[in-house]
């Protein structure tokens, strides 16, 4: 019963942290495309919401319960495969922190233009340029994890 349902937690947050970060990601490029400030604001507010609510738990317990199925199973975690995933995970950590930066930034700045009915100023367009730049290698990081965590290839060096 312990290896099933350390299993449902691993393959459920690592669905939940994949979900929400393409579905918001997915929505906030959507809403800054429509051009629809009041829609942008909105997006922003909800996306900043998504990420404490989904994304970092699921971000805390997704190497918690890997580290732990691995134990259970008596898998080295000097294989080859958690090694990738750990250090592609790394990467796609060291790409969120400053988007969780940027997403609150321009949450602010977008309700502020919302609130003084202007429009979006230089720095908001900036830092969505960022902030989509960044999402690039930690979508292709994760989408490797889950090669990785399915496949789990045996490389010998």
Request: hydrophobic residues 55%; proline residues 3%; aromatic residues 16%.
């Amino acid at each position: 019963m312990e290896y099933e349902l350390l299993k449902w937690a691993h393959l459920l947050s690592a669905t939940i942290l994949f979900g929400t970060g393409l579905g918001s990601a997915f929505y906030k490029w959507c809403a800054d495309r429509s051009g629809n400030l009041q829609t942008i604001a909105h997006t922003n507010k909800t996306v900043v919401i998504a990420d404490w609510v989904f994304t970092t738990p699921a971000i805390i317990i997704q190497p918690i319960t890997g580290i732990w199925l691995a134990h259970v199973l008596g898998v080295s975690l000097y294989e080859f495969w958690i090694i990738a995933a750990f250090g592609l995970y790394f990467i796609a950590g060291a790409c969120w922190l400053p988007v969780v930066w940027l997403q609150i930034q321009m949450r602010n700045i977008s309700r502020q233009a919302v609130r003084e009915k202007t429009c979006l100023n230089t720095t908001y367009h900036r830092y969505a340029k960022i902030w989509f730049w960044l999402g690039i290698p930690a979508f292709l990081s994760m989408i490797t994890v889950y090669f990785l965590m399915v496949f789990k290839p045996v490389i010998t060096l």
